[in-house]
């Protein structure tokens, strides 16, 4: 009973929607652009954006040319964005804001915009070039309309991307030190703390280049190992100075006594 009731369902909600669509195609092949209009935005009203941008598609063509141009293309590229379609969003919006830099919509398009690039942005551990396009899409949005009611919000996101290349800086760096590649993760650590200075893991950066920097130098060669344990200790004393209570300090010291004594033995060795 209960299997035949749920038939009935599926079959009655196929109905409806192949009704909605021969309605939808009923009604393009009109040629009544005012009440093709007319229903999509009343789609769009009722949150079905599928159909809106269904009819919005449908119409655009009518109005070519005429001061409702910019309403049809701005409605069609929103609806995109309300049905989280953000990637035809953004392309749809971008012609938008090339094409109708006078329409009263224009602040709302490129708000929506750099907000397209913003959902898009994947997690840190990804890929990070939406992410500076977004960055780019917010930052320029600020600039535009610094009295835009969406500032602080903007503002949050622009902090939020901020601190997601942050965080992908400091992964790669940490995955050169996790793999031994001591080198590389000395110099990825320290392009890192340049280009971010304000990262939440700057104590923790510190601390890696420190230890890469000594893991480095003990694991050198006997030419090279007096000029890499005096980088070491250099990268120490300013960890120490920036950070003199953090947990990793007894750590570096023992790190730090270690290098001294093998320059101390070496400088011995060179007097005899």
């Known amino acids: 009973m209960k299997q035949t009731f749920s038939y009935a369902l599926c079959a009655l909600a196929a109905a409806l929607f192949l009704s909605g669509c021969s309605g939808m195609n009923a009604l ?20 079905k954006w599928q ?19 910019d309403t049809v293309s701005f409605y069609k590229a929103r609806s995109r964005f309300k049905n989280h379609d953000y990637e035809t969003a953004s392309t749809e919006l971008d012609d938008f804001r090339r094409k109708f830099g006078r329409s009263a919509f224009i602040e709302d398009a490129e708000g929506m915009y750099a ?27 600020m600039s535009r309309y610094p009295q835009s009611s969406r500032i ?39 392009n890192a703390l ?20 000594y893991r480095f130098a003990s694991n050198s060669i006997a030419d090279k ?18 950070f003199p209570g953090s947990t990793h300090i007894r750590e570096l010291d023992r790190m730090a006594q270690h290098a001294r004594d093998y320059l101390d033995r070496n400088n011995k060795d060179n007097n005899i």
């Open 115 to 141: 907000l397209c690039f913003f959902f898009l942005s994947p997690a840190p551990s990804r890929d990070q070039t939406v992410t500076g396009q977004a960055l780019i899409a917010i930052n320029e949005f």
């Open 194 to 213: 340049k280009e971010y200075p304000e990262s939440k893991h700057r104590e923790e950066i510190m601390y890696l280049i420190v230890e890469s920097s």
């Open 152 to 190: 602080e919000e903007f503002k949050k996101i622009n902090t939020e991307l901020t601190e997601r290349l942050h965080e992908k800086a400091y992964l790669n760096a940490y995955t050169y030190y996790k793999i031994g590649r001591y080198k590389s993760a000395i110099t990825a650590l320290k």
């Open 28 to 47: 393009l092949k009109s040629g009544q652009p005012e009440l093709i209009y007319s229903k999509a935005l009343e789609y769009y009203d009722n949150g």
């Open 51 to 69: 159909r809106a941008i269904t009819l919005f598609e449908g119409v655009e063509h009518y109005y070519q040319g005429t001061s409702r141009e």
């Open 225 to 242: 190992q007096t000029d890499r344990y005096l980088a070491m200790l250099d990268s120490y004393l300013s960890f120490k100075e920036e």
